[in-house]
T-cell receptor
């Protein structure tokens, strides 16, 4: 069974640009979570999508947004990129709300 | 306030030297406690879920235990390939968010 996939693996942008990150959950999983992990730091919760709806968001500015598509894949958009947005962005999926989260390999975003 | 604290921050062991990692938590009603392993630059890999005090789970050289205030990840006769950062997270009954600890970086020297 294929795991969570994320694309691209690496992304280099400059300040002020927009970044789009993509996530495909495990087949049959309907919930998708996004996390930011800055170098050497812990996981910071960004967004949670379930059945196409945004269920919760972490303490991040509105320039971090996303959506979940009918096939349960998800997209994270970061507008007006800042240097401190450089981080590993992780996506996780669960079969049902509240169950174990399974993570993808992440997208490494570098903002220059 | 719900909180997770992991200790130590880093642990260096010789190959074969058993030890334990600690995850202390405060949460208003525990739904579950999760252990993950993370290699540098990669996504966390799920290890265990524990739901109630007294529960134990094992996988190869790892054993996770849970009390009402903390969880331990015991590693027996570790090998260099066990080197990684081990993350602990708790989930409260009141919502479905995971509250993450900062992790313990484990280094096993051959």
């Amino acid at each position: 069974e294929a795991g969570v996939t994320q694309s691209p693996t690496h992304l280099i942008k400059t300040r002020g640009q927009q970044a789009t990150l993509r996530c495909s959950p495990i087949s049959g999983h309907t919930s998708v979570y996004w996390y930011q992990q800055a170098l050497g730091l812990g996981l910071q919760f960004l967004l949670w999508y379930d059945e196409g709806e945004e269920r919760n968001r972490g303490n991040f500015p509105p320039r971090f947004s996303g959506r979940q598509f009918p096939n349960y894949s998800s997209e994270l958009n970061v507008n007006a990129l800042e240097l401190e947005d450089s981080a590993l962005y992780l996506c996780a999926s669960t079969p049902r709300t509240g169950e174990t989260q399974y993570f993808g390999p992440g997208t490494r975003l570098l903002v220059l | 306030e719900d909180q997770v604290t992991q200790s130590p921050e880093a642990l260096r062991l010789q190959e074969g030297e058993s030890s334990s990692l600690n995850c202390s938590y405060t949460v208003s009603g525990l739904r579950g406690l999760f252990w993950y392993r993370q290699d540098p630059g990669k996504g966390p890999e799920f290890l265990f879920t524990l739901y109630s005090a007294g529960e134990e789970k094992e996988k190869e050289r790892l054993k996770a235990t849970l009390t009402k205030k903390e969880s331990f990840l015991h590693i027996t006769a570790p090998k260099p390939e066990d080197s990684a950062t081990y993350l602990c997270a708790v989930q409260a009954r009141s919502n479905y968010q995971l509250i993450w600890g900062a992790g313990t970086k484990l280094i096993i020297k051959p």
